[in-house]
Antibody, heavy 122, light 107 residues
């Protein structure tokens, strides 16, 4: 059974960098897209970015200037960095898997991590 | 960005009811529409992908339909464990976007 687990600090100071890692177990990291999503308390879901196992990536333009995603296939992990955070970045951050047939649609999120709450506060 | 609008935003129903949630896209997204169920404090769970394909393990009382701009999620006979928030998502174009959610409550 594929499992994803987010890890990283639960509290980040304003203007600093939020760093999260998602560890994948029970399955291969190859031949999939891997993605980050966030959900502010009491609000809806926002897609942040995805990365293909080969390293190609795509970002939400609303965050593109501050976000980067990377992958380490040897550790079966992928990571998110979000710079210059503000209180508006307080959210539960989820990682998820996106299956695809050789990189083609349909795209959907079939396995999710449990989520980790990141609070931006001094 | 493609805007996804769900209706209603909240819904009350009885166990055993047939329930329909709709999702409208601001432009055509073909069949690139997914539905997720989310319970409080939990991650979303995939129910339907590509508008009408039932995810493995999802109960058969869930079904999806539609293409282009208008989509529906139907629960044929509501069970107690179905009370949750439902989200639609388009993956036709990036940025992938979600609807605002529909909260389904017990009447």
């Amino acid at each position: 059974q594929v499992q994803l687990q987010e890890s990283g600090p639960g509290l980040v100071k304003p203007s600093e960098t939020l760093s999260l890692t998602c560890t994948v177990s029970g399955g291969s990291i190859s031949s999939y897209y891997w993605t980050w999503i966030r959900q502010p308390p009491g609000k809806g879901l926002e897609w942040i970015a995805y990365i293909y196992y080969s390293g190609s990536s795509n970002y939400n333009p609303s965050l593109k200037s501050r976000v980067s995603i990377s992958i380490d296939t040897s550790k079966t992990q992928f990571s998110l960095k979000l710079t210059s955070v503000t209180a508006a970045d307080t959210a539960v951050y989820y990682c998820a898997r996106v299956p695809s047939r050789d990189g083609y649609p349909p795209y959907y999120f079939d396995y999710w991590g449990q989520g980790t709450l990141v609070t931006v506060s001094s | 960005d493609i805007q996804m609008t769900q209706s209603p935003s909240s819904l009350s129903a009885f166990v055993g009811d047939r329930v329909t949630v709709t999702c409208r896209a601001s432009q055509s997204i073909s069949s690139s529409l997914n539905w997720y169920q989310q319970k409080p404090g939990k991650a979303p769970k995939l129910l339907i992908y590509a508008a009408s394909s039932l995810q493995s393990g999802a109960p058969s009382r869930f079904s999806g339909s539609g293409s282009g701009t208008d989509f529906t999620l139907t629960i044929s006979s509501l069970q107690a464990e179905d009370f949750a928030t439902y989200h639609c998502q388009q993956t036709y174009n990036t940025p992938w976007t979600f609807g605002q959610g529909t909260k389904l409550e017990i009447k």
